[in-house]
């Protein structure tokens, strides 16, 4: 049997009296790639935040690798391997993109390795022609995959990303398509998002949320094809 990497019991997060996240129940294997879906509302950003630290749950567990976790911060679980991308950008504008991706390299590697490190992942990203290039002048979607080569370029085992299609043109999709599989061969990642294009060219197994809890959890094709799904969420847009 493959590694479990990930998994929550009971997780539970109250804000007041609203239940946004409830007693979700989550597995996920080592270099798997899972797909969180639902509508605005639906707890799957809240269960996002719990896992990745930016919320401690009110109830429940966070495990990785069969260590709890709950509670502990962001850069606390990033220091075991663990890449996060959130909504909020991670990056120093002021800087280029080669030193944006080479200070996150810098983190695990020694200087030599760390920008070797880099310019594999500019290579990587195709973003050689930028990488002098600061930050503060670049579109939206190289921002995004300068993002993404900054926690790739970590080695992590666990890869957590926020809607990284967002905003994103055709092409910019098409790379983090394959950027993203090939991430897929030495990490698992889990991924929230709402472009159901982009959730159709890269996901196998999708988890749906509702009402703060799981409502569904299969193949990409039985969930957007079930009836239930696409009334509270994906309706005509399947």
């Known amino acids: 049997m493959a590694e479990t990497v990930l998994e929550t ?29 639902g509508p605005n509302g639906a707890g799957k950003s ?14 429940g567990e966070v495990i990785m690798r069969g260590q709890e976790v709950t509670g502990w911060q962001p850069h ?5 391997g663990v890449g996060i991308k959130t909504q909020t950008p991670n ?19 020694e200087p030599t390795e760390a920008r070797d490190r880099a310019d594999a992942m500019i290579d990587t990203l195709a973003l ?6 600061e930050l503060g002048q670049l579109a939206h979607g190289e921002r995004q995959r300068v993002e993404l080569g900054m926690v790739a370029v970590g080695d992590p085992w666990l890869v957590l990303l926020d809607e990284p299609a967002a905003g994103m043109s055709a092409q910019d999709v098409d790379r983090m398509t394959e950027i993203i599989h ?9 991924i929230v998002e709402h472009d ?25 094709d039985a969930v957007m094809s079930d009836p239930t799904v696409r009334n509270v969420y994906l309706g005509k847009k399947a």
Do not use: Y
């Open 76 to 80: 606390q679980i990033a220091s075991l």
């Open 9 to 37: 019991h009971g997780l539970t997060m109250r804000f007041g009296g609203v239940i946004a996240c409830d007693n979700v129940d989550f597995r996920l294997q080592a270099r798997e790639l899972r797909c969180l879906i």
């Open 182 to 190: 090939d991430l897929t061969r030495r990490a698992a990642v889990v």
């Open 91 to 109: 990056v120093l504008d002021a800087l280029t993109v080669q030193e944006n991706i080479w200070l996150a390299a810098r983190r695990f590697h």
């Open 46 to 59: 809240t269960f996002f935040k719990c896992v990745t630290g930016l919320l401690t749950p009110s109830e």
């Open 196 to 220: 159901m294009q982009f959730i159709r060219s890269i996901a196998e197994t999708v988890t749906v949320f509702h009402q703060g809890a799981v409502l569904m959890e299969d193949h990409v």
């Open 128 to 133: 050689g022609g930028i990488a002098r290039t």
